[in-house]
């Protein structure tokens, strides 16, 4: 059983910036599709960035030139750098993996196998 914990969610105004990390303590990230999505109060999931494990990244268009998604290999952890963060971004992100070489932001959100506990992002206006 894959166990993934995410953290560093927060409370921050439009406009700021928050750094979430995903830790997994026995899997390695080399042979697995990985990514992070969200779900907002009331609405449905939605995959926000996904790291194949060729390490070719793929972003939801909500997030595309304001998030990025990166492996810290020194910390063994998934990064999500979120940066301008709006309002809209409010949500409960979670971390999670697929194991396979690919998958997209669809599957990522809908159907990955392992995922972590999540963390709640507040962006103020």
């Known amino acids: 059983q894959v166990q993934l914990i995410d953290s560093g969610g927060g409370s921050v105004q439009a406009g700021g910036s928050l750094r979430l990390s995903c830790m997994s303590p026995k899997y390695t990230y080399s042979s697995t599709c990985m990514g992070w999505f969200r779900q907002a109060p009331g609405k449905g999931r939605e995959g926000v960035a996904v790291?194949?494990?060729?390490?070719?990244?793929s972003y939801a268009d909500s997030v595309k030139g304001r998030f990025t998604i990166s492996e810290d290999n020194a910390k063994k952890t998934l990064d999500l750098q979120m940066d301008s963060l709006k309002p809209e971004d409010t949500a409960v992100y979670y971390c999670?993996?697929?194991?396979?070489?690919?998958?997209?932001?669809?599957?990522?959100?809908?159907?990955?196998?392992?995922r972590g506990q999540g963390t709640q992002v507040t962006v103020s206006s």
């Open positions: 790291r194949r494990s060729d390490g070719i990244t």
């Open positions: 999670a993996a697929e194991p396979r070489f690919s998958c997209d932001l669809t599957q990522i959100a809908d159907s990955s196998r392992y």
